[in-house]
Protein backbone atom coordinates (compact mmCIF):
# COMPACT_ATOMS: atom_id res chain seq x y z
CA UNK A 1 0.00 0.00 0.00
CA UNK A 2 0.92 2.92 -0.76
CA UNK A 3 0.37 6.40 1.66
CA UNK A 4 -1.86 8.93 -0.59
CA UNK A 5 0.43 12.11 0.26
CA UNK A 6 3.26 10.19 -1.04
CA UNK A 7 1.97 9.14 -4.34
CA UNK A 8 0.46 12.66 -4.95
CA UNK A 9 3.45 14.29 -4.06
CA UNK A 10 5.85 12.19 -6.65
CA UNK A 11 3.21 13.38 -9.49
CA UNK A 12 3.29 17.01 -8.68
CA UNK A 13 -0.33 16.94 -8.00
CA UNK A 14 -3.16 17.79 -5.21
CA UNK A 15 -4.99 15.32 -3.76
CA UNK A 16 -8.51 16.97 -4.64
CA UNK A 17 -6.95 17.00 -8.55
CA UNK A 18 -6.02 13.52 -8.45
CA UNK A 19 -9.05 11.27 -7.21
CA UNK A 20 -11.43 13.60 -9.14
CA UNK A 21 -9.27 12.29 -12.22
CA UNK A 22 -9.52 8.53 -10.86
CA UNK A 23 -12.95 8.63 -9.82
CA UNK A 24 -13.86 9.87 -13.37
CA UNK A 25 -11.89 7.15 -14.94
CA UNK A 26 -13.28 4.58 -12.78
CA UNK A 27 -16.54 5.66 -13.98
CA UNK A 28 -16.14 5.63 -17.46
CA UNK A 29 -14.42 1.94 -17.25
CA UNK A 30 -16.84 0.90 -14.73
CA UNK A 31 -14.75 -0.53 -12.48
CA UNK A 32 -12.78 0.72 -9.14
CA UNK A 33 -8.54 1.28 -9.82
CA UNK A 34 -8.10 1.60 -6.41
CA UNK A 35 -9.55 0.68 -2.95
CA UNK A 36 -9.60 4.08 -0.72
CA UNK A 37 -8.82 4.03 3.51
CA UNK A 38 -7.98 6.40 5.62
CA UNK A 39 -4.50 5.57 5.90
CA UNK A 40 -3.80 3.78 2.52
CA UNK A 41 -4.54 3.44 -1.20
CA UNK A 42 -4.35 -0.10 -2.57
CA UNK A 43 -4.33 -1.45 -6.37
CA UNK A 44 -6.17 -4.47 -6.34
CA UNK A 45 -6.27 -6.93 -9.24
CA UNK A 46 -8.35 -4.91 -11.88
CA UNK A 47 -6.86 -2.23 -11.19
CA UNK A 48 -3.04 -3.64 -11.61
CA UNK A 49 -4.18 -5.14 -14.54
CA UNK A 50 -5.57 -2.22 -15.77
CA UNK A 51 -2.34 -0.38 -15.58
CA UNK A 52 -0.35 -3.23 -17.07
CA UNK A 53 -2.12 -2.78 -20.04
CA UNK A 54 -2.03 1.15 -20.19
CA UNK A 55 2.08 0.68 -19.73
CA UNK A 56 2.22 -1.26 -22.49
CA UNK A 57 0.36 0.70 -25.06
CA UNK A 58 2.24 3.71 -23.87
CA UNK A 59 5.81 1.85 -24.59
CA UNK A 60 4.17 0.93 -28.00
CA UNK A 61 3.47 4.60 -29.04
Same mark, same amino acid.
Not at 40 to 46: D, E, K, L, S, W
Given at each position: ?????R????? +???????????????? #??? *?? =?? @?? +?????????N?????? #??? *?? =?? @??
Amino acid at each position: MIPPARGIARQ +SLSQPTLSMQIKALED #RLG *AP =LV @ER +SRAHVRIPPNGAEIAR #RAR *AI =LI @EI
